[in-house]
Every structure is written in structure tokens, then in C-alpha cells.
């Protein structure tokens, strides 16, 4: 079945930084989009940054030039390097499987002096 299991989250200071990793397993991972989203408290779920198959990618304004997102197609993974970090990036992060509809349990990350 298909199982997505991020990791890599945590409490770090303003202006920091954290990786994010999301290991995908039981679907053709190579050939589908990934996504990174967000959940802070009380607000709805957005997307942050987005993988396609030929690895271009798309960014959120509030991220671009602070996040990267990257996959590597032999081992399965997708990850997000999360740079300059402020306090309004606080929230769970969840990896998506776009075409299948699903999500990974989330992480937290928490930015906060």
C-alpha cells in the first residue's frame, strides 16, 4: 500500500535552518508530482512547494528563494531544505502524493526564539 513517512522536523531559531524527508513506498514513484504542504494552527492546509517528473519545480511566494525542494528517484524520496526560517513558518509539514490523493502523518516544525 502506499505509505508516505516524513521526518526531520523540529524546534529551531529564527533565521535557521532544517531538512525535511519524505520516503515514499508502494507506488511508481518516478513517474508522479510531490508535493510539500503546510498546516499552521487554525488555518487550512496550502501547498508550499511542488516536484515534477522532470524535476522543475514551483514555490509559494512567502518560501521562494528559502525552500528548496529536491527527489531522488532511486531511493524514493522527496525533500525539502527549509532556509532563513521565520516564525510564520510554523505549522506541520506534510508530503503529498498528488495523483493518489495521499498524505504523510505531517512533522512539525516549529520556529521560535
Known amino acids: 500500500q502506499v505509505q508516505l513517512v516524513e521526518s526531520g522536523g523540529g524546534l529551531v531559531q529564527p533565521g535557521g535552518s532544517l531538512r525535511l524527508s519524505c520516503a515514499a513506498s508502494?507506488?511508481?514513484?518516478?513517474?508522479?508530482?510531490m508535493s510539500w504542504y503546510r498546516q499552521a494552527p487554525g488555518k487550512q492546509r496550502d501547498l508550499v512547494a511542488r516536484i515534477f517528473v522532470d524535476s522543475t519545480t514551483y514555490y509559494v511566494a512567502s518560501v521562494e528563494g528559502r525552500f528548496t525542494i529536491s527527489r531522488d528517484n532511486a531511493k524514493n524520496t522527496v525533500d525539502l531544505q527549509m532556509n532563513n526560517l521565520q516564525p510564520e513558518d510554523t505549522a506541520v509539514y506534510y508530503c503529498k502524493y498528488d495523483a493518489g490523493g495521499y498524505w504523510g502523518q505531517g512533522t512539525q516544525v516549529t520556529v521560535s526564539s
Open positions: 508502494g507506488f511508481m514513484f518516478r513517474i508522479y508530482v
